[in-house]
């Protein structure tokens, strides 16, 4: 059945089999935050939590930048919170970024 974005997305929240029950086991629990310790050095933290029967999925996350004129290098890690989770979790991430916004590259 066609209907508009807005109609479909309103219509979404009423949709599981399980009722209105199983609607708010559906939503997601997560919360992060990021501390600047000076202009160009950054630690950050997350947790992300899921019902049981939707997934189970609870993890912790960490991470760091620096800031080095046009290059920032992030590291990242992903802990599992349960032993339940299929998941693969304990990743870790690192990303070199360069800011090419003022060179000419032609």
Do not use: C
């Not at 629990?29 to 947790?47: D, H, N």
């Not at 989770?85 to 000419?104: E, R």
């Amino acid at each position: 059945k066609e209907q508009s974005s807005l109609n479909g997305m309103l219509h979404s929240f009423n949709d599981a089999p399980g009722g209105w029950s199983e609607e708010w086991s559906e939503l997601m629990f997560s919360f992060g935050f990021e501390v600047w310790i000076r202009p160009k050095i950054v630690f950050r933290s997350g947790y992300h939590k899921e019902h049981i029967d939707k997934g189970d999925q609870q993890y912790y996350t960490v991470g760091a930048g620096v800031h080095l004129g046009q290059i920032t290098i992030n590291l990242a890690a992903t802990f599992k919170n349960n032993s339940f989770s299929s998941k693969p979790y304990n990743l870790f991430l690192a990303t070199v970024i360069y800011d090419i916004k003022n060179q000419k590259l032609f």
